[in-house]
């Protein structure tokens, strides 16, 4: 069965500090596709990064950065140098090419707090 | 400015009324989508439409209805067999239904 799993319900950590965001997924299927989203409190998810199976390269975009690895079936966040706007809830997503329309399977999400 | 749109923000039900929430985009989208959030956790499919004119039950769409009568336009009806209704509703869009889904402003539904 598919899954995601963020096993950080919380991180709290001080300006300039590098945080990393755990995600852990499951699926069967070969074909599949990652996301990171950004809730930030005003509710709306602000994409950040999609990631396909076939393509393990890590990314890096200014101050994130994700890591992809197959091997462990993880999809790691990062952000260096964090900053008070980064305070959100972070989602971790998966897509199965073969699932319903595209569904969107969700982590719990982790809940960032940037403290000045 | 392209994007999606979502009315109201807030809304506020009475136990037994049915209530519609309302989802528009302007992106040239395909596929739309609606998911529920509950408090503390990840967000749950309850329905997704492809194409105009067809749409497709999610993991949780007992006590929900949907149409799908234009492109731009798939609003959700909460009825009142939706035991809890209660949630933070999103709906999304995407140009396929294997694209990026990109997401509305979000509604707040508090059941008085």
């Known amino acids: 069965a598919q899954k995601v799993t963020q096993a950080q319900t919380e991180i709290s950590v001080v300006e300039k500090e590098d945080v990393t965001l755990d995600c852990v997924y499951e699926?069967?299927?070969?074909?599949?596709?990652l996301f990171w989203y950004k809730q930030p409190p005003s509710g709306e998810l602000v994409f950040l990064i999609r990631r396909n199976s076939f393509d393990e390269q890590n990314e890096i975009s200014g101050r994130y950065s994700w890591n992809f690895q197959k091997s462990t079936s993880s999809f790691n966040f990062t952000i260096t140098a964090s900053q008070v706007v980064d305070s959100a809830v972070y989602f971790c997503?998966?897509?199965?090419?073969?699932?319903?329309?595209?569904?969107?399977?969700f982590g719990q999400g982790t809940e960032l707090s940037v403290k000045p | 400015d392209g994007g999606i749109t979502q009315s109201p923000k807030y809304l506020f039900r009475k136990e037994g009324q049915n209530v519609t929430l309302s989802c528009e985009q302007n992106l040239n989208h395909d596929a739309m989508y609606w998911y529920r959030q509950d408090p503390g956790q990840g967000l749950r499919l309850i329905y997704y439409?492809?194409?105009?004119?067809?749409?497709q039950k999610g993991d949780i769409a007992e006590g929900y209805s949907v149409s799908r009568e234009k492109k731009e336009s798939f609003p959700l009806t909460v009825t009142s067999a939706q035991k809890n209704p209660t949630a933070f509703y999103l709906c999304a869009s995407s140009y396929g239904s294997l694209d990026t889904q990109y997401f509305g402003p979000g509604t707040r539904l508090t059941v008085l």
């Open positions: 699926t069967r299927d070969t074909t599949y596709y």
């Open positions: 997503a998966l897509s199965e090419y073969y699932n319903q329309g595209g569904k969107l399977i």
């Open positions: 439409s492809q194409i105009v004119n067809d749409f």
